[in-house]
């Protein structure tokens, strides 16, 4: 069973309207007798927590399975708020890398699969990366995010299939 940390099942959790937050935190309940704000930034849960409440995210949207895309923009700002990010990180090269190891920081257990790069120059990184148990499109928004947070505005991830993304800035 794969796992993650708390802080990113909170993290979808603020983006939730009131009635979506009750049925998550419904949800939640039933499996650990917790609602979303006790759980534990840094502590693991199950990935299937995690996708069920980006599920009842996407479940309400407009924007359908593109919520993933905005979920996916809050994970860099939410690790920066909980632990930090390290000084050294001031390109989009430099994040991507660094996004590569975090994963694993960030994921443990059964289906949890290293980042693998394919090409790497400064402008453009291939690479595959396999999500596991929830929407691989979330990945797209982590790294849209990080090129945003980089001040990068026109940067764009394409997924190629088979869990390989072409990331361009």
């Not at 049925?23 to 927590?49: Q, R």
Request: charged content about 25%; some cysteine.
């Amino acid at each position: 069973m794969a796992q993650l940390k708390g802080k990113f099942i909170k993290m979808v959790s603020f983006l939730m309207f009131q009635k979506e937050l009750q049925a998550a935190n419904a949800y939640l309940m039933s499996k650990l007798g917790k609602t979303h704000l006790e759980l534990e930034d840094e502590s693991w849960y199950d990935v299937a927590i995690f996708d069920k409440f980006m599920k009842t995210c996407e479940e309400s949207s407009a924007l359908k399975d593109k919520i993933y895309v905005n979920i996916g923009k809050k994970v860099y700002p939410t690790i920066k708020k909980t632990v930090g990010l390290p000084e050294h990180l001031d390109t989009p090269l430099s994040y991507i890398l660094f996004e590569a190891e975090g994963f694993l920081q960030n994921h443990q257990g059964e289906g949890v699969v290293p980042r693998k790069i394919i090409k790497s120059s400064p402008k453009e990184v291939v690479i595959e990366a396999k999500a596991p148990g929830y929407n691989s499109k979330l990945y797209e928004g982590v790294w849209l995010g990080m090129l945003e947070m980089c001040g990068v505005t026109t940067g764009k991830v394409e997924n190629k299939g088979n869990d390989v993304f072409i990331i361009t800035w």
